[in-house]
């Protein structure tokens, strides 16, 4: 499974982005997708999944309310929509996957991730 990331860019507090991730596999419904960031100095981290269908997603609480996760089968693309951008939003956003069949709960932690993408830099000015 190979995972293509893109969006990402500089934006105003408050702004809005979204990113997108195409994964190169035929089978891409069976597979639950997230995303995670990591920032200068930190570790990286959770920010959002969902699971095969699109019927399940999780989110982090810094992110709750704000970013909005979805996917389209038909394209093999999930996307992250973020909203209300704060400079704490600053990172490089990575988009995971689980294995075939794997439950969503693989995409919440890096560390049962088990595809991962380049990341895509999203840097929110105040």
């Known amino acids: 499974v190979q995972l293509?990331?893109?969006?990402?860019?500089?934006?105003?507090?408050?702004g809005s982005?979204?990113?997108?991730?195409?994964?190169?596999?035929?089978?891409?419904?069976?597979y639950a997708m997230g995303w995670f960031r990591q920032a200068p100095g930190k570790e990286r981290e959770f920010v959002a999944a969902i699971?095969?269908?699109?019927?399940?997603?999780?989110y982090a609480d810094s992110v709750k309310g704000r970013f909005t996760i979805s996917r389209d089968n038909n394209k093999n693309t999930v996307y992250l929509q973020m909203s209300s951008l704060k400079p704490e939003d600053t990172a490089?956003?990575?988009?995971?996957?689980?294995?075939?069949?794997?439950?969503?709960?693989?995409?919440?932690?890096?560390?049962?991730?088990?595809?991962?993408?380049?990341?895509?830099?999203?840097t929110v000015s105040s």
């Not at 982005?17 to 069976?30: I, M």
């Open 51 to 58: 699971s095969w269908s699109g019927g399940s997603t999780y």
């Open 92 to 122: 490089v956003y990575y988009c995971a996957a689980g294995g075939r069949n794997d439950a969503i709960v693989v995409v919440t932690t890096a560390f049962t991730v088990k595809y991962w993408g380049k990341g895509t830099q999203v």
């Open 17 to 30: 982005l979204r990113l997108s991730c195409a994964a190169s596999v035929r089978t891409f419904s069976s």
């Open 4 to 14: 293509q990331a893109s969006g990402g860019g500089l934006v105003q507090a408050g």
